[in-house]
């Protein structure tokens, strides 16, 4: 059974920096797409940023909103996704979602509070 | 950036009938459209993926059709199960969603 498992949420002030992580099982994570997904209070949904597979380049792509700021990261020996945010601005509050490509699989979410 | 447009905002629908749900994209997604549900407190779910197929344990009651930059999602017959928010999804291009249609009961 596939199992995403979200931790480092927390509150942080604007300018600060925190990092999120999604400890994954039950799959092959090194052929694994993973990414990271964001849903900010009350609204919809946003895709952040992206890590595809060995099988598929090992390509990074990161959301406009957050580019610059933010690093995806993976551990394949551990089977762990990381998302390191830099510069945090109140906008990027919500609840982080670690999200396996196939099959589409999301964690329970990490919040993220940014405010002073 | 592809934009996604869902109508309408809220849907509703008493319970047995039937809600159809429309998705708009900015240009042409071709088939990369899927749709998610979410309920309060959860992770979104995936029903439907390649704008016509079924997510694993997904029931046949949900449809999607379309193609281009149209698209629908059809529920035949509302259970209580189904009221929830629904996201339009396109991957054609990056990965964006919709603002999502809320179906609630009427």
Known sequence: ?116 | EIVVTQSPATLSVSPGERATLACRTSQSVGSDLAWYQQKPGQAPRLLIYQTSTRATDIPARFSGSGSGTDFTLTISSLQSEDFAVYYCHQYNNWRTFGQGTKVEIK
């Not at chain 1, 997904?37 to 595809?52: D, N, Y």
């Open chain 1, 1 to 116: 059974e596939v199992q995403l498992v979200e931790s480092g949420g927390g509150l942080v002030k604007p300018g600060g920096s925190l990092r999120v992580s999604c400890a994954a099982s039950g799959f092959s994570f090194i052929d694994a797409h993973m990414s990271w997904i964001r849903q900010a209070p009350g609204k919809g949904l946003e895709w952040v940023a992206r890590f595809k597979s060995n099988n598929e380049g090992g390509v990074i792509d990161y959301a406009a909103s957050v580019k610059g700021r933010f690093t995806i990261s993976r551990d394949d020996s551990k089977n762990m996704l990381s998302l390191q945010m830099n510069s945090l601005q109140t906008e990027d509050t919500a609840v982080y979602y670690c999200h396996l490509q196939m099959p589409d699989s999301w964690g329970q979410g990490t919040q993220v509070t940014v405010s002073s």
